[in-house]
């Protein structure tokens, strides 16, 4: 197991209401990466945190949000959901040191949230 | 045209069978490569990193060929539980983010 956890497992809401996923990081890593998978597809870089801010950002709409705590924990917010947002949501968790990513930037990650928009 | 393509599959193999996967990646700056196995709604998992010049891990060997901007992996002597979708993933040199390719699936058969 790679010591990452995701809350909730699975989760139902309908359009145009928010949701809140959570994501604890592995011990010992600083850096929490989100991601979307939708059905077939591989993941899609939401974006990243270290030091509790945004490191960089994938192409998703600013209703897509996040948080990183003292603790290195996260959280992806996503606002006014919208049908296609109905995806496996990931977070990977890893270590970066000195503005350089450990170990070529080996990303472990959770078991996902399932998201399902109505 | 997308970072990372992969072959589309599905691979269906005999058991002992070998069989190998292929990627092409489009930016020329990437570092790292990397090999990823999803189990069916489970989260990735990774397999290896792969290497300039090339690395093994067991029935397991990943090759990079950087002219070509090309990686593959080889199964050697496939088992059962080799039966998974493999992600060829390279990052994006911006030291955060990661290309996945859409995964080749494998099923592997007695």
Redesign the interface.
Known sequence: E?GVTQSPTHLIKTRGQQVTLRCSSQSGHN?V?W?QQAL??????IF?Y?REEE??R?NFPPRFSGLQFPNYSSELNVNALELDDSA?Y?C?SSLLQG???VA?????????T?LSVL | RKEVEQDPGPFNVPEGATVAFNCTYSNSASQSFFWYRQDCRKEPKLLMSVYSSGNEDGRFTAQLNRASQYISLLIRDSKLSDSATYLCVVDTNSGYALNFGKGTSLLVTP
């Open positions: 790679t850096t990466s991601y077939g597809q591989g993941p899609q870089f990243q270290y490191n960089g994938g496996l990931l990977a503005g350089d990513l070529k930037n080996i990303q472990y990650f959770g078991a996902g399932r």
